[in-house]
């Protein structure tokens, strides 16, 4: 008997988690990144923070901060996460776009798709790889939250359970924010050659229409709308905010993901594998 | 009436405005292994493909089982051998097999037992917790065969089983298929046509994407004539030719090789003409390799008249 779709979408995600955490490639990305993190975590994030804890310059220039876009530091409780919140809008998202890019053009050219799409639907392919790099995703978004948490106690054990709301909000809303990028790239995936070849187009698409539509905007207002098109496009807004505010913009990343994962199946279901 | 496993109304397929295949109209039953032959770029793969569910066909219908292709009834019932498929490298044989038997709908214990099962049926139990850059071409063909036994399916695809593989291989896979082929249905693609000779009973030519013959049958019970194919060690041909032609019962004698012959004669006349043969070529002292009944497979396909 044949697994169901939705349990298809489970293995197969599942595989993709071990590739992303139990193979030689994943663990070296993993510690690549891990080592990485912790040279933003112990020097710029605990710097910045720590001028905002002690009160000295940043914290009673706002004008300076939301002239440079980072208003809403000094609204979050705890500057540990909004200083966190700043960082983690930029380099997830760029993240993505590079962890995310390979996930079928690869093992469409390998061939190795074909041994996967005798025995699951390229519905259940398409969306348990996207859902298999969401995972990773998360458990990185997560991961680095944590640091933050153990820096913040570090500095306050008492800030542990005032904390925990502003570690689930912003977890939720980098997990929203990185949503389009990678279902974009789940996309460009599934009809480019190669995770480099995705990385490229999902750069020039994103300038490009970004450019082209602010362009004619300029001209007709009303095309305006089509920002909405673009992933990221809700960030430098979404930067302004803090806390549970955050997910006033929810419904943005939400709408990208939908139209994104749509022509991304409809690529899928008509590429030859 | 049953279904057939195989059913192909008006199927083209075109290439950047390139016919790969033109209008194929087959039905095919289940039961011994049928051959899929043709030169380059007939068809072939393209056919398979589009059987497999990894190629969408321009136009025209396929079922298999009554079901279009990816369909999820065919989950288990249909495999295939893709050509130069490759597994992935990041993990091991044993990883992936059992992953592809678990979407397959086994458990993980059972998934691992059909991975070293399919794994032994290719006499690759060794290489179990290798990784697939770790494999010759030959054994990263045999672990590819491997996959499409996973859980027995009905229909098994091969499109070309034993290119780049050893003798001792070939034969390994020749065994698979003729154990299986009591249960298992096996489409074959191979440009080896003695090895298909072997194997099939139906043969599906395919020429520039059209196919020629849907089936033909080794048995020539009904033709007026039959031929029988000898071969010889080195013999003067001319010579060779003129006496086969004058023995009773002989209809005509070509040479299409060297040291080739193939001798049509009428069974009415003379139904014992192998006896005869052998009497001939050891009164005249020439030496013979083999002597077969019928025509070669490559002589029924690309050379009869």
């Given amino acids: ?273 | 009436m049953t279904t057939p496993i195989i059913e192909c109304r008006q199927l083209t397929h075109v290439y950047s405005g390139k016919p790969a295949l033109a209008d194929v109209t087959i039905t095919l039953a289940a039961g011994e292994p049928i051959g899929l032959v043709g030169p380059n770029g007939a068809g072939k793969t393209t056919l398979l493909n589009i059987l497999s569910g990894f190629l969408l066909p321009t136009s025209g219908t396929v079922r298999l089982f009554g079901y279009p292709p990816s369909s999820s009834e065919l989950i288990g019932k249909v495999s295939a051998l893709p050509q130069d498929a490759r597994l992935d490298p990041s993990f091991t044989i044993t990883e992936q097999l059992a992953f592809y038997a678990r979407l397959q709908g086994m458990t993980k214990p059972q998934a691992t037992l059909e991975a070293s099962r399919v794994l032994e049926a290719v006499s690759l139990a060794e290489a179990a917790k290798e990784k697939p850059t770790a494999l010759s071409h030959g054994m990263a063909k045999r672990v590819a065969i491997a996959q499409a036994l996973i859980g027995k399916p009905d229909l098994i695809l091969l499109d070309e089983p034993t290119a780049g593989l050893d003798p001792v291989n070939v034969r390994t896979i020749r065994t698979i298929i003729a154990e299986q082929s009591s249960e298992t249905t096996f489409v074959i693609s191979s440009h080896d046509l003695a090895e298909l000779d072997r194997q099939c009973r139906r043969i599906l030519l395919l020429e520039k994407g059209v196919l020629q013959s849907e089936t033909i049958g080794f048995n020539e019970q009904q033709t007026a004539t039959r031929f029988i194919t000898l071969q010889m060690e080195d013999c003067p041909a001319q010579e060779v030719m003129a006496i086969l032609q004058a023995l009773e019962g002989v209809v005509k004698v070509t040479n299409p090789q060297k040291n080739e012959f193939i001798v049509e004669y009428n069974p009415d006349l003379q139904p014992s003409m192998d006896q005869q043969l052998m009497q001939c070529l050891s009164a005249n002292h020439w030496q013979y390799r083999q002597l077969s009944h019928g025509k070669t497979l490559e002589e029924k396909l690309f050379f009869s008249n």
């Fill in chain 1, 1 to 273: 008997m044949p697994p169901s779709k939705f349990k298809q979408v489970l293995l197969i995600s599942q595989f993709e988690l071990k590739r992303g955490f139990a193979t030689r490639k994943g663990l070296l990305s993993v510690v690549t990144f891990g080592v990485v993190w912790y040279f933003i975590l112990l020097y710029p994030l605990r710097f910045v923070a720590d001028l905002l804890v002690q009160g000295k310059g940043l914290q009673h220039d706002s004008s300076f901060l939301d002239f440079i876009g980072f208003g809403s530091l000094q609204h979050w409780p705890i500057p540990e996460f909004g200083v966190y919140w700043q960082f983690a809008l930029l380099i997830f998202p760029m993240l993505s776009i590079t962890v995310a890019a390979d996930q079928t053009s690869s093992d469409r050219e390998r061939g190795t798709l074909r041994f996967i799409v005798l025995r699951s639907s390229r519905d259940s392919l398409f969306f348990g790889r996207f859902a298999g790099m969401m995972a990773i995703q998360i458990l990185l978004v997560g991961a680095t939250a944590i640091s933050v948490l153990v820096l913040v106690l570090f500095r306050d054990v008492s800030l542990f359970i005032p904390a925990l709301p502003d570690l689930a909000v912003i977890i939720v809303n980098v997990t929203l924010a990185v949503l389009p990028f990678t279902a974009l790239m789940a996309a460009l995936s599934a009809k480019v050659k190669s995770a480099r070849q995705a990385t490229l187009w999902a750069i020039l698409i994103w300038t490009f229409l970004a450019g082209i539509i602010s362009g004619l905007a300029y001209y007709l207002p009303i095309l305006d709308v089509f920002q909405y098109l673009i992933p990221g496009n809700q960030l430098s807004d979404l930067a302004q905010l803090s806390e549970w505010r955050t997910l006033q913009l929810a419904y943005i990343p939400l709408l990208q993901s939908v139209v994104l994962l749509a022509f991304g199946r409809w690529i899928m279901a008509r590429q030859a594998l």
